[in-house]
C-alpha cells in the first residue's frame, strides 16, 4: 500500500478508536463518581423515611389510647400500660428483630424489649450513655424538645445481642400528652451491606458492557479498514474513464459524473458547482471523498456506488437517494439516476445528481419534530393518545402515562380497547362526539371513567379531531390528566382557607381567653428542684418569687385567675424572674453549672409582661421582638395572673375554632358557654363572606355544637354520679347529618345498654330522665330552642335501651305507608355525640339487616320523601306563601329537604354509613349509584341552596336581625332569580329518578 493510502487508513483508525475509548473511560466514571455514590444516598434516604414512619406509626398506637383516655374510656395508667404492652412486642424487618422503645423527658426509660433492667431508670446520666461516651438519650430529648422529633445517631447493641455494639440511627418522636418520646433505628451497618452488594453488582454488569463495547470496537474498526481499502481502489477506477466520457457529460444540466470501469472519468461544471470543487481538484477524489462523513457501508447511497465503481452485480434500484459531502464538508442531499454505457471493451455508467437537500431537511425536522414529541409524551405525567375516529374509536398509539391513566400494564393491551369501553356515562359519550364534529375539539372536560380493573378516576380530557387530505374525519387525538389527587388538594385548600378564615378571629382575641395555671418556685430553690417541678407539671417555664427565705424551697402553682394553689402559697413575695427549658439548657447543663445552685443564679430577669386585655397578635409581636418564648400575664392591677408561651398559643391557633372550643371545654358554668357561643355567629359570619362552602361552614357549627353537647354532659354527671350502664347521646336531624345552620332547634335521644334486673332497669330509666331533661333544659339557655316536635332526650320515648330502639325501628320499616314516616326520617340520621359508639354501631347494623329482609320499606320511604316539594310552579315561577307570618317567601330549609331525603334513601337502600347528606352523594358515586354528571349536578344543586341559605342569614346579622330560612324572591337579583328557578327545577328531574327507581313510575 502507497504512504498516502497508509496515512488515510491510520486517520481512520484514529477517528473511530479514540471517541469509543473516551466514551467506555467516561461510562467507568460516571459508574463510580456518579451512580454509585447516588445509590448510596438513595439508600440511605429511604432507610432514614422508612424510621420514620415506622416511629409516626408506633406514635399513633399512643395517640389511639390518648384519646382513649381523653373521652374517659381509660384511666392514664391503665391507657399508658395498655400502649406500653402493645409497643413492646413490635417487630418489624427481616428477622423480625428490630423493635421500638419509650422513654420520657426526663429522660427515664419507660420501655425497653431487649433491655428490660433500663426500664424505670433515669437515663440522663453514665446509664444512658453508649460506649463512646455520648449520652443518646439526652440528646434524644433535646430534639424532641426542639423540633418534636429528629434523627440521633449513637452506638447500640446489636439487634436482641448485647456482645456487639454497632452504629445506630434513631428517629424519636415526643408525644406530648404523656410527656414521652418514642423511636426506634437502624443499623448502619445493614445499610453498609446492602450498599455493598449493590456495588458488588453495579461492578460486574458494568464489566460485561466494557467487554462487550470492546468487542463492538474491534469489529468497527475491522470493518472500517475494509471500506477505506475499497474507496482507494475505485477511486483509482474513475480518474481513469473521466477523460474518455467528458463530452458526454458536459451536455447534462444537471450534476453528471461519468465512471469507467469503476473509475470517476469526469465531472461536469453542475456538479462541481454543487460540490465545490474545480475540476482539477475532482480529478484528485475518490468516490469516498465525496461521501458524507456518516455514511457507512450500510448506507444506500454508499452501497450504490459500490455497486457501480466496482461492478458488484446490476446496480438496484436506478434511483435512489444519498448523501455526498462538499468541498468544505457540508452534507448535501442528492436524488441519483444512472445511466449505463460502454466505450470500447469498458464498461461505465453515467450518474445524474439532483440536488434534494432542501426537500430533505424539511422531512427531517418533521421526523426530529415527531420524535422529540414522542420522547416528550413518553415522559409526561398526562396521557396522550390517538384513537380513530367513529363508532369503534380504537387506539392507534398511546403514550405510557395514559395507558398508566386507565389502568394497564402496557400499551399492547390498551391498544386492543377502544375508547368508549372506559365511558361510565353513554351521555358523555354522546356529548363528547358531538362536541368534536361540531367544533373539532373539546378542552378540558371532566369525566368519570372506567379504568381495567373497574374502579373510577376523575378525568380531564382535551381531545381535537384530525381530518386527512379529503376531509373525511379520520383520528382523534387527545390528552388524559387523572385529576383525582388534585380534587382531594382542592378541598383540603378549601379546608384550609377556610381554617385561615377563622384564624383572624383568633389573632384579635384578648390573652385572657387563653391563660392556664403558672407554676413557681422560690428564689432559693435548687436548680434540680426546679426542674423537677417542671417536669412533674409538664410545663417549659417556672417563675421565680421572693416570697420565700433562703433556705425556703416552696413552690407551687398560681391559677390564671390569681388564685393560689400547690404546697404553700408565695406569701409577700413578687415573682422576680423566669426559668425555661432553654435556661436550664444553655445555662445549667451547657456551662456545667452545680444542679443544686439556687435558680436565681441562673434564671432571666426582669420579667417580660404583657397585660392581659393584651390581643394574641400583640403579644405574638412582643415575643417575636424580644426573642422571647413566654410572656408574664398582669391583670389591671398590675399582678401577675399567668404565663403564656408561643407553644402555647401555636396550639391554640391551630384550629379555626379552637379558641371557642377551648372555652366550652374550660367552661365551669353553664353561663360560660352562653357568653361564648355569642361569639359564633361572627365567627360563621367571617366564613361566610369570606367565601367558605357550605360544607366546611357546617362543620364548623357542628364541631361548636358537639362540644357544648359534651361539656353539658360533663356538668350533668358531674352532679349525678356514674351513669347506671353505658349510654351514647344521639344527634339526630340536622346534626346528626352534622349540617347545622345559625338557626337549628334540638333533635336528640339517649340509647344505653339493655338491662335484665327489672329493679336495676328502673333505676337507669330515672337516671337518664334526669340526664335527659338537664341537657336538653340547658341546649335551651344555649341557645339550641326545645324541638316543637318534642323529638329530645327529656322525654321517656326517645330514652331507650338498646332492644326499645330496636322495637321502634322494627315498627318504623314495617309501617304500612308513607305518613307513618313523616315524623320519623329524622332518625336515620343518627350519630353518637358523646358516650359509647359501639351502642350506635350495633344499632345501625340492625337496621341495616333489617332492611335487606324488608324491601317494601324503600317504597314506602320513597313516596314519604316524594311528599316533599320545590317551591316552584307549573310554569317554573317560584311559589310563596300567601299568607301567614312569612307572606311573599319561601322556606328554603324545606326547599332541601328532597335532596336530603333523596341522599338518606339512597344511603340506606345501599348499606352506606355516612349521615352527611354530601358525604352520602360521594358515596353513592363512588358505588357507582350515581353516575359523575348526576354526582356533580346534584351536589352543585345542594350547596347552592346551602350557600343561599346562609347567605340569607349572614345578611341578617348584618342588619341586625334574627337569622330565618324564609327568603324574598323579589329580593333576588336577576341571575340568582334565574339560577334559584334552575335550581328547582334540577330537583324535579332528581325526583323523578328516585320515584323510577322505587316505586316503578316518573
Not at 479514540?18 to 438513595?42: D, E
Not at 444512658?128 to 430534639?143: C, H, R, S, Y
Not at 423511636?183 to 445499610?191: K, L, S
Not at 474513464?241 to 469507467?260: D, F, P, Q, W
Request: charged share 25%; hydrophobic share 40%; aromatic share 10%.
Amino acid at each position: 500500500m502507497k504512504p498516502k493510502e497508509e496515512s488515510g487508513l491510520k486517520r481512520a483508525d484514529a477517528r473511530i478508536i479514540l471517541p469509543t475509548l473516551l466514551a467506555v473511560a467516561l461510562f467507568i466514571i460516571s459508574i463510580f463518581a456518579v451512580i454509585i455514590p447516588a445509590f448510596r444516598s438513595n439508600i440511605m434516604d429511604r432507610k432514614r423515611d422508612m424510621t420514620r414512619e415506622l416511629t409516626n406509626s408506633a406514635w399513633s398506637v399512643l395517640l389511639e389510647y390518648a384519646e382513649m383516655e381523653k373521652k374517659g374510656l381509660l384511666s392514664r395508667p391503665e391507657a399508658q400500660k395498655r400502649a406500653i404492652s402493645d409497643i413492646r412486642y413490635l417487630r418489624y424487618g427481616e428477622e423480625r428483630k428490630d423493635y421500638f422503645w419509650i422513654t420520657d423527658m426526663l429522660p427515664r426509660m419507660v420501655m425497653h424489649p431487649y433491655k428490660p433492667e433500663l426500664d424505670g431508670q433515669d437515663l440522663s446520666g453514665n446509664l444512658g450513655e453508649d460506649p463512646t461516651g455520648k449520652n443518646l438519650f439526652v440528646e434524644m430529648v433535646a430534639v424532641c424538645r426542639k423540633s418534636g422529633g429528629g434523627f440521633v445517631e449513637y452506638m447500640w447493641q446489636w439487634k436482641d445481642d448485647p456482645t456487639r455494639i454497632v452504629p445506630k440511627l434513631s428517629y424519636v418522636k415526643r408525644f406530648e400528652p404523656w410527656g414521652w418520646i418514642i423511636g426506634t433505628g437502624i443499623y448502619i451497618e445493614d445499610v453498609k451491606h446492602e450498599i455493598a452488594g449493590m456495588t458488588s453488582r453495579l461492578i460486574t454488569i458494568s464489566t460485561v458492557i466494557i467487554f462487550i463495547i470492546a468487542l463492538l470496537l474491534f469489529y468497527i474498526t475491522r470493518e472500517s479498514l475494509k471500506i477505506e481499502k475499497q474507496r482507494l481502489s475505485a477511486e483509482k477506477g474513475l480518474r481513469e474513464s473521466e477523460k474518455k466520457y467528458r463530452v458526454l457529460v458536459e451536455a447534462s444540466t444537471e450534476g453528471a459524473i461519468m465512471a469507467l470501469e469503476g473509475r470517476f472519468i469526469y465531472a461536469n461544471q453542475p456538479i462541481l458547482d454543487m460540490l465545490g470543487y474545480s475540476s482539477e481538484e475532482f480529478k484528485n477524489l475518490d468516490l469516498y471523498g465525496i461521501m458524507a462523513p456518516d455514511a457507512g457501508e450500510n448506507d444506500p447511497g454508499y452501497l450504490y456506488f459500490k455497486a457501480i465503481m466496482e461492478g458488484v452485480g446490476e446496480p438496484a434500484p436506478a434511483q435512489l437517494e444519498a448523501k455526498l459531502k462538499k468541498k468544505n464538508n457540508e452534507p448535501i442531499q442528492v436524488e441519483l439516476t444512472i445511466s449505463k454505457i460502454s466505450l470500447g471493451d469498458e464498461n461505465g455508467f453515467i450518474i445524474i445528481a439532483r440536488d434534494i437537500g432542501r426537500r430533505k431537511r424539511i422531512e427531517e425536522e418533521l421526523g426530529q419534530s415527531k420524535e422529540k414529541y414522542k420522547v416528550l409524551t413518553n415522559n409526561l405525567d398526562i396521557g396522550v393518545f390517538r384513537t380513530a375516529f367513529g363508532r369503534k374509536g380504537k387506539f392507534i398509539e398511546a403514550n405510557p402515562a395514559a395507558v398508566k391513566i386507565l389502568g394497564f400494564d402496557s400499551e399492547d393491551e390498551l391498544l386492543e380497547m377502544t375508547i368508549f369501553d372506559f365511558f361510565h356515562d353513554k351521555d358523555d359519550r354522546v356529548k363528547i362526539t358531538k362536541e368534536l364534529l361540531r367544533d373539532g375539539f373539546v378542552k378540558d372536560r371532566l369525566l368519570e371513567l372506567k379504568k381495567k380493573d373497574g374502579a373510577r378516576a376523575a378525568i380531564a380530557i382535551s381531545a381535537v379531531l384530525v381530518k386527512d387530505e379529503n376531509g373525511e374525519e379520520r383520528y382523534c387525538d387527545g390528552v388524559l390528566e387523572d385529576i383525582t389527587e388534585r380534587k382531594k388538594i382542592e378541598e383540603n385548600r378549601e379546608n384550609l382557607i377556610v381554617e385561615l378564615q377563622a384564624a383572624q378571629l383568633f389573632f384579635n382575641h384578648p390573652i385572657r381567653y387563653f391563660l392556664k395555671d403558672i407554676v413557681y418556685c422560690s428564689m432559693n430553690t435548687p436548680i434540680r428542684k426546679a426542674a423537677a417541678i417542671m417536669n412533674k407539671k409538664n410545663c417549659s417555664a417556672i417563675l421565680v418569687s421572693t416570697g420565700a427565705d433562703d433556705n425556703d424551697t416552696a413552690s407551687g402553682s398560681v391559677n390564671g385567675n390569681g388564685n393560689e394553689s400547690g404546697n404553700e402559697q408565695k406569701g409577700n413575695g413578687r415573682f422576680v424572674g423566669i426559668i425555661t427549658d432553654r435556661d436550664l439548657r444553655g445555662r445549667v447543663l451547657a456551662e456545667g453549672i452545680d444542679p443544686n445552685r439556687p435558680v436565681y443564679e441562673v434564671m432571666s430577669a426582669p420579667l417580660a409582661a404583657i397585660p392581659d386585655s393584651a390581643l394574641v397578635f400583640e403579644a405574638m409581636q412582643m415575643m417575636q421582638e424580644k426573642n422571647i418564648r413566654h410572656l408574664a400575664v398582669k391583670d389591671h392591677g398590675d399582678n401577675v395572673v399567668s404565663l403564656v408561651s408561643s407553644q402555647q398559643l401555636a396550639d391554640m391557633q391551630r384550629s379555626s375554632s379552637a379558641y371557642l372550643l377551648n372555652e366550652i371545654h374550660e367552661a365551669g358554668l353553664v353561663e360560660d358557654i352562653v357568653t361564648t357561643l355569642t361569639r359564633l355567629p361572627q365567627l360563621v359570619k367571617a366564613l361566610i363572606d369570606g367565601g367558605a362552602n357550605s360544607k366546611n361552614i357546617c362543620r364548623v357549627i357542628t364541631s361548636i355544637s358537639d362540644a357544648v353537647v359534651e361539656r353539658l354532659i360533663g356538668f350533668a354527671l358531674a352532679e349525678m354520679g356514674p351513669p347506671p350502664a353505658a349510654f351514647a347521646w344521639m344527634a339526630l336531624g340536622s346534626e346528626g347529618r352534622e349540617e347545622q345552620t345559625l338557626i337549628t332547634d334540638q333533635d336528640n335521644a339517649i340509647i344505653y345498654d339493655n338491662i335484665d334486673d327489672p329493679q336495676r332497669a328502673k333505676e337507669a330509666a330515672r337516671y337518664f330522665l334526669k340526664l335527659g331533661e338537664k341537657v336538653c333544659r340547658w341546649l335551651d339557655v344555649c341557645g339550641y330552642k326545645l324541638c316543637k316536635g318534642d323529638i329530645m332526650a327529656k322525654k321517656p320515648k326517645w330514652r331507650q335501651p338498646l332492644q326499645g330502639w330496636q322495637n321502634y325501628f322494627t315498627g318504623w320499616i314495617n309501617a304500612a305507608n308513607p305518613q307513618d314516616l313523616l315524623e320519623v326520617n329524622i332518625f336515620f340520621d343518627f350519630r353518637c355525640v358523646y358516650g359509647n359508639k359501639e351502642l350506635t354501631s350495633r344499632l345501625r347494623a340492625f337496621i341495616d339487616e333489617l332492611l335487606i329482609e324488608t324491601p317494601a320499606f324503600f317504597q314506602y320511604m320513597a313516596r314519604n320523601a316524594l311528599l316533599y316539594k320545590p317551591p316552584i310552579g307549573f310554569f317554573g315561577n317560584i311559589v310563596v306563601e300567601s299568607s301567614g307570618e312569612n307572606p311573599s317567601t319561601f322556606d328554603i330549609k324545606e326547599s332541601i329537604k328532597p335532596l336530603v331525603n333523596f341522599a338518606r334513601l339512597y344511603a340506606l337502600k345501599n348499606d352506606i354509613q355516612e349521615t352527611n347528606t354530601q358525604d352520602r352523594l360521594y358515596r353513592l358515586f363512588i358505588k357507582n349509584i350515581l353516575t359523575g354528571a348526576g354526582y356533580r349536578e346534584i351536589v352543585k344543586v345542594y350547596d347552592y341552596l346551602m350557600q343561599m341559605r346562609f347567605k340569607h342569614q349572614a345578611q341578617a346579622l348584618n342588619e341586625n336581625r334574627k337569622p330565618g330560612n324564609f327568603i324574598n324572591p323579589k329580593l333576588l337579583t336577576d341571575i340568582e332569580h334565574m339560577l334559584l328557578k334552575n335550581t328547582f327545577s334540577q330537583i324535579n328531574n332528581f325526583q323523578k329518578r328516585l320515584s323510577y327507581d322505587f316505586t316503578g313510575t316518573a
